[in-house]
């Protein structure tokens, strides 16, 4: 069954290039320098301090309300990567990677969902299914992992010749999932 999620998954997906994401931290947030967020970070993350990360964090010039979204953090949530560019969050995402670590692959993995957008209706409300799925503490965290290594670029699914079959299996995965999280003791 985790094989055909994935594949169903992987037939629908493509990268989030021409959607931007809004910022979730408050605009008139207190400023925090690049230090103070990624300081934050890598203590949520428990590993050594990451100049790479900060490095990114000038190189891409983070906004003032992801630095203070950041410097906030109190637990590892990513929501803050809402407020930058999709090859910045990528950039991060890649430099805080740590297969050893299930709860960061799973937050990575999420983010990465959250920021996906097929440009077929039906996938991308698979995806965000699927995305529910992901934060449901029930399903077994081991489960979970499997859904983060997915690939983001599926060049099929902008084919038009196939997005009404890319439609139709996506409706029908969207069941599936939802069949599979509540047995599993999530949603309604």
Not at 146 to 169: E, V
Request: hydrophobic share 45%; with cysteine.
């Amino acid at each position: 069954m985790r094989l055909t999620l994935v594949l169903l998954v992987a037939a629908c997906w493509t990268s989030s290039r021409d959607a931007p994401v809004a910022p979730v931290a408050n605009a008139a947030a207190p400023t925090a320098t690049c230090e103070q967020a990624t300081r934050a970070l890598v203590l949520e993350l428990h590993a050594e301090p990451n100049d790479y990360v900060a490095a990114r964090c000038k190189i891409d010039h983070w906004p003032d309300a992801t630095r203070a979204c950041f410097a906030r953090m109190r637990a590892l949530d990513l929501r803050c990567t809402d407020g930058l560019d999709d090859d910045s969050r990528e950039q991060l995402l890649r430099a805080i990677e740590d297969p050893s670590d299930p709860r960061v692959t799973v937050a990575i993995g999420l983010t990465r969902l959250m920021h996906l957008r097929t440009g077929i209706p039906e996938c991308d409300a698979l995806v965000g299914t699927i995305a529910y799925a992901f934060t449901c503490d029930a399903i077994p965290l081991e489960d979970r992992v499997l859904l983060a290594g997915l690939p983001s670029d599926f060049r099929d699914a902008t084919n038009p010749r196939l997005r009404a079959s890319f439609a139709a299996l996506c409706t029908k995965s969207i069941a599936d999932v939802q069949k599979q999280t509540r047995a599993a003791g999530c949603g309604p």
